[in-house]
């Protein structure tokens, strides 16, 4: 006997779901590239959005931890740092169109600068 399409626990909320956390989170990351024009990106805060997306999205992974160490648990670690790497890069989508051009990437750029 089939199951329905309905009864996985992608599709409910108060299930934990690995998928939908990491569905979440990597469709944020591509939202994101895509909303900021990358690569000339421009300041918008629609950014917020995938940003709050991929934090709840990272929680949903979160709630997939078992108590005891396994093989389960040590790959759901590797996802979580996939998840803070994706988190880090839209958060720096968002803030690095508002910050000031006065940055230096190198202190020679301070001596050619006028």
Same mark, same amino acid.
């Given at each position: 006997?089939?199951?329905?399409?309905s009864?996985?626990?992608?599709?409910?909320?108060?299930?934990?779901?690995?998928?939908?956390?990491? &569905? *979440?989170?990597?469709?944020?990351?591509? $939202?994101?590239?895509f +909303?900021?024009? %990358?690569?000339?990106?421009?300041?918008?805060?629609?950014?917020?959005?995938?940003?709050?997306?991929?934090?709840?999205?990272?929680?949903?992974?979160?709630?997939?931890?078992?108590?005891?160490?396994?093989?389960?648990?040590?790959g759901?670690? &590797? *996802?979580?740092?996939?998840?803070?790497? $994706?988190?880090?890069? +839209?958060?720096? %989508?968002?803030?690095?169109?508002?910050?000031?051009?006065?940055?230096?990437?190198?202190?020679?750029?301070?001596?050619?600068?006028?």
């Amino acid at each position: 006997m089939t199951r329905p399409l309905s009864s996985l626990a992608f599709f409910h909320l108060r299930r934990r779901s690995l998928l939908r956390g990491n &569905l *979440l989170v990597i469709g944020s990351f591509f $939202a994101t590239i895509f +909303i900021s024009g %990358f690569p000339n990106t421009h300041p918008t805060l629609l950014l917020v959005f995938p940003a709050v997306l991929a934090i709840y999205g990272t929680s949903d992974t979160v709630r997939s931890m078992q108590n005891r160490w396994s093989f389960y648990h040590g790959g759901v670690m &590797l *996802l979580l740092f996939m998840d803070m790497m $994706a988190i880090c890069l +839209i958060l720096f %989508f968002l803030v690095f169109p508002y910050m000031e051009s006065g940055v230096q990437l190198h202190p020679a750029a301070v001596i050619l600068t006028p």
